[in-house]
């Protein structure tokens, strides 16, 4: 089946840390992305990619660093630099650059900060 | 800038009660509107979604209406079950990429058998 995978689904990370989360697609969808999901704030968006060698900040990008070095795979690194990391982090693909609006999600990593 | 509203949870309902949960926007041009749904400890998933004014989406007893002139996208179901239970998202859409995609802080909806 096709689908998002997201790992690990439950992390813990000591304050200085980097932590990386994996996100993976067999969608074959151009375009990934990384939301943040906090009670009561929504999602807003870290990072997303377009196309693969290629990613653009959103609005919360301070703090975390992302790659994509192949179409399949656009990993996430929470770096110490990231203030308040303790968070629901949700990986999703688009299948157009353009997009739609339209995304596929993957369950969703959730990191806490000890 | 764009924006959604949605109303704010939770929402606590009793099984097959009559299910709305409002939705309004502010957005330039012509939006797509789209509801995501998350069940506990899981991602979110497209719901349903209206690409023009007056179009109805519609799945899996979910519907709602674009409506320009009140610029809103309420979700209605008419008998919910505790299988409902779940965050709802109102989004859109205004194009230009992932910066054009907005979501609402979430709704949660509580069923009680």
């Known amino acids: 089946d096709g689908g998002i995978t997201q790992s690990p689904k439950y992390l813990f990370r000591k304050e200085g840390q980097n932590v990386t989360l994996s996100c993976e697609q067999n969608?074959?969808?151009?375009?990934m992305y990384w939301y943040r999901q906090d009670p009561g704030q929504g999602l807003r968006l870290i990072y997303y990619?377009?196309?693969?060698?290629?990613?653009q900040k959103g609005d919360i990008a301070e703090g975390y660093s992302v790659s994509r070095e192949k179409k399949e795979s656009f990993p996430l690194t929470v770096t110490s630099a990231q203030k308040n990391p303790t968070a629901f982090y949700l990986c999703?693909?688009?299948?157009?650059?353009?997009?739609?609006?339209?995304?596929?999600f993957g369950e969703g990593s959730r990191l806490t900060v000890l | 800038g764009n924006s959604v509203t949605q109303m704010e949870g939770p929402v606590t309902l009793s099984e097959e009660a009559f299910l709305t949960i409002n939705c309004t926007y502010t957005?330039?041009?012509?939006?797509?509107l789209f509801w995501y749904v998350q069940y506990p400890g899981e991602g979110l998933q497209l719901l349903l979604k209206?690409?023009?004014?007056?179009d109805k989406g519609s799945n899996k007893g979910f519907e709602a209406t674009y409506r320009k002139e009140t610029t809103s996208f309420h979700l209605e179901k008419g008998s919910v079950q505790v299988s409902d239970s779940a965050v709802y998202f109102c989004?859109?859409?205004?194009?230009?990429?992932?910066?054009?995609?907005?979501f609402g802080k979430g709704t949660h909806l509580i069923i009680q058998p």
């Open positions: 969608l074959n969808h151009d375009a």
């Open positions: 999703a693909s688009s299948i157009a650059r353009v997009g739609t609006g339209e995304l596929f």
């Open positions: 990619s377009q196309i693969v060698n290629d990613f």
């Open positions: 957005a330039t041009g012509y939006p797509s």
């Open positions: 209206a690409t023009k004014a007056d």
């Open positions: 989004a859109l859409y205004s194009g230009g990429g992932a910066d054009g995609l907005t």
